[in-house]
């Protein structure tokens, strides 16, 4: 249940804060969305004011004929949010409808649901920097910075290897071995180069759960060292005074976003030249599984997670790729070199072919999730039933 309510909610709120973004940008430039709704229809309920200046309640379906402006609405699927502002329209004469706004009006509305997402996760970082926020310890951490809880965590596990199958999983801390403590790594390495062969007790912290595993170090293929088959890295709780950590997480979330984008580029190209797929893709239910396990290490991780969510929405979102606003975009940059608009039909049907399409990607990597935390979801349906 936690798991369900965590994925519900950080959802909502990526989805609500793009909407908002559009809606915001295109009343400042002087349109009038049909409907600001929060979840998807069907409608809970909704308000507006009338064209006789007074303002009514409706549950109907659809479009409000005596609505003067817009309507804003709850509805019944709790999944985010959704503005209607007649971009897939004809426009006729109407000079404040989408179509008949300049290019870079339409370019700057279709763009800010993107922005507003880089923004979100811009504001999540800043505050966990203040409040304190999960990052690896090493030489470049401000010296004004305050660190506590500094632990040694498995940031990587490898397949088939020794910590695989003592089910060690990323995110874990090691607290000890055979009751000996470590402030770093290369005490570990050593500790296992020169057990190998030898069953080892380690103590596991897990969110708030204390595990006792055993596990012999052998030689990992990967590295030719000894080792369980783990990457472990020295973390702390950094915190930073509230003037410091307003420009450390603005630096942070464009490093992080140029980082992604990087990761899209590498991933994209292994696709097209046939190297394969050389990141791990995740698809809802995989996200799903992610956010179970972000949410049991605590609260500051689940906002950490969700402005990483945040940056990969925006820029996935602004691929130019028709049904995306990225695509948008880029039909109004050839708008704008052709001089012309494009036919409505043809950018309605190619947006809707590759929404399609996106649908079956979604479906295929889903399948693939299924296959992966397929024992993860057995194991939460029966908590919960």
């Known amino acids: 249940m936690l798991t369900l309510i965590t994925f519900i909610l950080v959802l909502s709120l990526l989805v609500f804060v793009h909407e908002l973004g559009h809606f915001v940008v295109a009343k400042k430039l002087g349109l009038i969305p049909k409907e600001f709704g929060f979840g998807f229809?069907?409608?809970?309920?909704?308000?507006?004011?009338?064209?006789?200046?007074?303002?009514?309640?409706?549950?109907?379906?659809?479009?409000?004929?005596?609505?003067?402006?817009?309507?804003?609405?709850?509805?019944?699927?709790?999944?985010g949010g959704f503005v209607n502002i007649g971009e897939d329209e004809e426009g006729e004469d109407d000079p404040n409808h989408f179509t008949n706004k300049p290019i870079w009006q339409r370019a700057t509305i279709l763009s800010a649901g993107v922005s507003m997402n880089v923004i979100l996760a811009m504001v999540l970082i800043i505050i966990g920097l203040m409040i304190g926020l999960p990052q690896m310890i090493d030489e470049e951490i401000d010296p004004r910075a305050q660190v506590s809880d500094e632990r040694i965590q498995i940031v990587q596990v490898l397949p088939e290897s020794p910590a695989k199958q003592a089910g060690i999983k990323m995110g874990d801390i090691i607290a000890s071995i055979n009751d000996n403590q470590f402030t770093n790594y290369e005490a570990i390495q050593q500790y296992n180069e020169e057990h190998i062969g030898q069953g080892l007790t380690y103590q596991i912290k897990r969110g708030k759960e204390n595990m006792i595993m055993q596990i012999t170090p052998e030689i990992i293929e990967e590295t030719g060292q000894g080792g369980i088959g783990i990457a472990i890295a020295e973390v702390g709780t950094v915190k930073y005074p509230w003037y410091l950590a307003i420009g450390k997480g603005i630096k942070a979330t464009f490093m992080l976003t140029w980082i992604i984008i990087v990761a899209f580029y590498e991933l994209f190209k292994g696709l097209i030249f046939g190297l394969g797929v050389s990141a791990d893709l995740a698809g809802p239910v995989g996200i799903a599984a992610i956010t179970?396990?972000?949410?049991?290490?605590?609260?500051?991780?689940?906002?950490?997670?969700?402005?990483?969510?945040?940056?990969?929405?925006?820029?996935?979102?602004?691929?130019?790729?028709?049904?995306?606003?990225?695509?948008?975009?880029?039909?109004?940059?050839?708008?704008?070199?052709?001089?012309?608009?494009?036919?409505?039909?043809?950018?309605?049907?190619?947006?809707?072919?590759?929404?399609?399409?996106?649908m079956l990607a979604v479906l295929i990597v889903t399948f693939r999730d299924v296959s992966r935390f397929g024992d993860t979801f057995r194991l939460y349906w029966d908590k919960m039933f």
């Open 41 to 79: 229809p069907p409608r809970a309920w909704g308000i507006y004011k009338s064209k006789d200046g007074t303002w009514k309640t409706t549950r109907k379906k659809g479009e409000v004929e005596d609505a003067a402006n817009t309507v804003y609405s709850v509805n019944w699927v709790p999944l």
């Open 292 to 358: 179970g396990q972000v949410a049991r290490l605590g609260f500051i991780y689940v906002m950490q997670f969700t402005a990483l969510l945040s940056i990969n929405l925006a820029i996935i979102n602004f691929l130019p790729i028709p049904a995306l606003d990225g695509g948008r975009v880029f039909f109004l940059i050839i708008e704008k070199i052709r001089r012309k608009s494009m036919k409505r039909k043809l950018e309605a049907g190619l947006n809707q072919a590759f929404f399609w399409l996106l």
